[in-house]
């Protein structure tokens, strides 16, 4: 007579099954997707198998079955770190079930046909503007430079967040917005403490400059009489 299984030995078996055929479907998937593409996972620590395929242009796709999926694999494109903060919040990186009873040369087309030509040009979208970004973050190192010799200082402590500079410059601290016009304020302590603010509008950089020059040449605290 058979013995019993557990429940433990049961969710043991039923894991150990789970893992196996995602790896064998991984597997066949991303042979089929073809040159380039390589498989990252299962991982066994994972209760439920999760794999993920990279691809020769820096794609990846993960595939799970949370929840069992009633047969059915689920696939979804992912953005590398990174690149998510300059996704475009309605843009799609594609998301699609597909039966596990496929093989993984019709798997590999879905892919191809269902879930890569949005994921592509999400992608493609998202490094676009991460590469405006990082020419825009070096132009507001420029101006935060050029603005703290202005203001008397010598760039140092500079921090940048939110594509806005905010510097400690002395006894001055000022913000610009990028690029070369937006809000600038510059503010400063006078007659004991009190904070004197001044803010402008569409400044050029030359205008900014000529502003912390003249706030830099002003005395900080002058004495009372």
Same mark, same amino acid.
């Given at each position: ?41 299962p991982d066994a620590s994972d209760y439920d198998p999760r794999v993920t395929f990279h691809g020769p242009a820096g794609e990846m796709v993960h595939m ?16 590398? %770190? ?51 970004? %990082? ?91």
């Open positions: 007579m058979a013995a019993t299984e557990t429940y433990q030995e049961t969710a043991t078996r039923e894991r150990r099954e789970k893992h196996q055929a995602a790896d064998a479907a991984a597997r066949a998937i991303c042979a089929a997707l073809g040159d380039g593409w390589t498989l990252e996972g799970d079955n949370y929840g069992g999926s009633n047969g059915r694999w689920h696939l979804s494109g992912t953005l590398p %770190q990174g690149l998510y903060n300059h996704k475009r919040y309605n843009d799609q990186t594609g998301d699609i079930t597909v039966s596990a009873s496929k093989t993984g040369a019709q798997i590999a087309r879905d892919i191809e046909r269902r879930l890569l030509p949005q994921y592509r040009a999400t992608l493609n979208t998202a490094r676009e503007r991460f590469a405006a970004w %990082q020419q825009d973050q070096r132009e507001l190192t420029d101006i935060t430079d050029r603005l703290i010799v202005a203001l008397g200082g010598h760039g140092e402590a500079r921090e940048i967040r939110n594509g806005n500079t905010t510097e400690a410059a002395g006894h001055l601290a000022m913000s610009y917005r990028s690029p070369f016009h937006g809000e600038m304020s510059v503010s400063y302590a006078r007659d004991g403490g009190r904070t004197v603010q001044i803010k402008a509008d569409y400044l050029t950089l030359a205008e900014a400059e000529a502003v912390c020059r003249i706030l830099a040449a002003r005395p900080l605290r002058p004495e009372r009489e």
